[in-house]
Each structure stands twice: as C-alpha cells, then as structure tokens.
C-alpha cells in the first residue's frame, strides 16, 4: 500500500504575510489528517520561513527547483546542499513550466534529480504530454522518453529514491482535469514502464497527478489504483481547498 502524497507547488506566488499564513492554516489543518503525507513548496525566499513554522510537524517542507551544479561561479542560482540545509526534504524537478519557459532538457532534469538525491532529499520528477502531442497520438512515446532518457542517465534505482508525477500540461492551470480514466490509464503506463526494468521499484513508487485537482475531483482521481497522490498548483494557494484535497486523500487510503 502506498501512502498518499500530496504536495502543494505554490509557484511564483504570495508575499512573506500570505505565504506564512498559509504555512499556519495548512499546518493546523492537516493535524487531524493522518493517512496522507503532506508537502508544501513555497518559492525559495519562504523556505526560511517555512522551516520555522514547520519545524518537526508532519508537514514536509519542498522546493520547486534546483541548480544542475553543486556550487561555484552560477549567479542566480541554488543548490540542492543549501536546500537541504534551509529542511527541504522534497525538490520538485523538470516541472513542464521549467521546460517550456527555461528550455530545461531530459538531461537537465537527470543532473537535478542526481543532485537532490544526493543530498538526502527526494526528488518529485515531474512527465507530461501537451495537448498537440496527445492530439497527434504521441502521448505514451513522450512520456516513454521522458522516463526512458532518467533511465538510461541515472539508472533504474534513481526510481527507488524518487517519486513521479504525471502532469498532463493542456490540463496545468487551465480547469482542464483529465478524467480519472485517462489520467489511470497513463499512470498505469508509467508504472508498466518502470516495472520493464524493476518489478519491485514500479510497485513501490508513488504516481502523483497534476493539472487541475481541485477538492471537487481530487477523490476521484485520488481512488484510481495508480494514482498515489497530487501535486497541486492553483488549489494549494487556498488553505480550506489544499486541506479539503488532503482530506480525499486519507479517505481514497482508505
Ligand atoms: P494546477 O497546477 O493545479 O494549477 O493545474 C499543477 C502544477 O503545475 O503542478
């Protein structure tokens, strides 16, 4: 049995105020749920914050990028140490958004997870199709490669130290939600994919959904078989509808 996760990428978005009220309502919300893990990514000037108001709760802290290097002469940019340093326990890595807006490539997105995960955290690896290339019927040879291209670059055990999500990008921000069937359909295909290499990690590793979920949809999607968690962008800006979504996860645990 895999224990939901649900982890909420804030993006660019918040002030210090509204980030660390944000950080309290969903910390003492959560103080009643128990089946599901709980993970919050504030933009990287709030992780400070967020290690205080955290501190040792069972709401996790994440960040939602990471430089490709260890340290040295790269102006503007974080590493994973200093992530793990500041109580960072989860980095989120190739989110369609880096891809598209910062040209971040497969091999990119490897040197990122190699990094986080050696530094103790985990890596929230994120996959998705865009609507043209699922329109075009390239829907799985995509999502094959991007799981294919981590494979080949970092190994099929990077797969036991990591956990996934798939991120339609039409359905990103857009009220667009893939169906709780389509989106089972593609999870399953991750995990078949994985399990080619190592029936043991594909068992293992959670299959986050991401694009649209909303307290409206999230125990649906949430009850699929392969649908281990969500990784939320516009409902985790609001306390009542982030909670409400961790809330269905306990429930679809069952
Ligand atoms: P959304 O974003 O929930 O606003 O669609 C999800 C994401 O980009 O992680």
Redesign the pocket.
Known sequence: MRQPLI?G?W?MNGTRSSAEALMKAVLQGTSAIEKSEIVVCPPFPFLALGEQVLGASAVRLGAQNVCTEASGAYTGEVSAQMLAEFGCHYI?CG???RREHYGETDAIVAKKLALTIDQGMTPIL?VGETLEQREQGRMEDVIAGQIDEIINRNTIASFGQLEI?Y?PVW?????K?ATPAQAQAVHNFIRRRIADHDPAIAAKVRILY?????PGNALELLSQADIDG???????LVAEDFLAICQAGGTAAG
């Open positions: 982890a990428n993006k989120i989110h369609s958004e994120c999500a991120e359905a990103i921000g857009t009220g939600t991401g694009g649209s979920m909303k969500g990784l939320i962008g516009g409902a985790a």
